[in-house]
Every structure is written in C-alpha cells, then in structure tokens.
C-alpha cells in the first residue's frame, strides 16, 4: 500500500511540472514594458531641495538612562578606564559630598561638550544618534595617564567628566579639567 501512495504521489508531481511548463499566462510571455514606455519624462523641480534623511543608527535601550543609571555607568566607565583619584568616589558620594559629582541632561551631543568648555559641532546624524546626553563630572585631582599617550604618570586633572548617550547607554566622550601640580 506504502509503494502504490509514494508511485501516484511521485505521478502526480510530474504531472503538474508538465502543466506548469506547458501551461503558461500571458504575462509570463509577453515582452516587459520598458521604462521609458511606463515612466513620464522626468522635469527638474527648480525649487526641490533634496535633504538627506536623518536617522539613529544605533539600537536604543528599551527606555532611556535615568539619571541614576547614568550615575551607574559612570562608576564603570571610570573602573575600567583606567583613571586613578586620590579620593575615590562612589555612588554614596553623591550623598555625602554633592558639590563633588554633577550629573546633568543635554539635548544635543554639542550641548554637553559646551558645558564641559569644548566648543565642538556634530554632524546631524551623531547628535541623533546620541540623543540626550548625561554629563557625569566627578570633581577631584585624578592622575589619567594610565593608556592615555603623550601623558607623563603622575599628572594630574582637577575632574573627570563622561558623556553617556541617555537614548544608548553608550559612552560618548570623557572630558579633563585642566593639568594640575601634585600637591
């Protein structure tokens, strides 16, 4: 019984690849119509101005950095950077010593560098891509020459700040005050 079903099923495959090569619509044989027969003659727009569309590229977070969890990436992006504080800080610190650590929100990627003093434009395509931004800026002498080339061990900044992508969580950039004598 098996073999009759596999024998009529197998006739019954070449039966419709026969129909379906034997058999075939008009518009599977007609000639394809040409652009030119199908398309209007194209008429420059003198007042179109074309504009490139401008959108993220990176996927965003569920929902954007809370000021809290941008404080929390801070402390890692810090750990793992390599920067050394003669006072380390933590989350706590932002308790115990306010004026210390600094956390504010930006619209644009150029808003947050302006507040760390750097007078920096981004293409449209980066500031939508970074969104709003959370400036995290830890104030205190910290020595950044770990991995940083041109930096002599042993100088000193007087604050560190990282700008973390509130619509990504990614690190953006990590600002320096200025270079400071050890004490």
């Known amino acids: ?41 194209l008429t ?32 890692y992006f810090d750990t793992v950077s390599g920067v050394v504080w003669e006072e380390p800080w933590s989350a706590e610190t932002i308790l115990d010593n306010p004026e210390r650590i600094k956390i504010n929100l930006y619209n644009t990627l150029s808003e947050a560098d302006k507040a760390n003093g750097r007078d920096v434009g981004y293409s449209d395509d980066w500031e939508k891509d970074a969104g709003q931004v959370w400036v995290v800026r830890i104030q205190g002498l910290a020595d950044i020459s770990l991995g940083v080339p041109h930096v002599e061990e042993g100088m000193l900044v007087d604050w560190v700040s990282y700008q973390i992508s509130a619509r990504t969580g990614v690190l953006l950039g990590m600002s320096t005050g200025p270079f400071v004598e050890r004490k």
């Open 1 to 41: 019984m098996k073999k009759i079903n596999i024998i009529i099923g197998v006739i019954g495959i070449l039966l419709l690849s026969i129909l379906a090569v034997v058999y075939q619509p008009q518009s599977a044989t007609a000639k394809p119509p040409s652009v030119a027969d199908e398309a209007p003659p």
């Open 44 to 75: 420059p727009d003198p007042n179109r101005v074309l504009q490139p569309v401008v959108a993220p590229t990176t996927p965003p977070l569920p929902k954007p950095l809370t000021e809290n969890e941008a404080l929390e990436r801070a402390i």
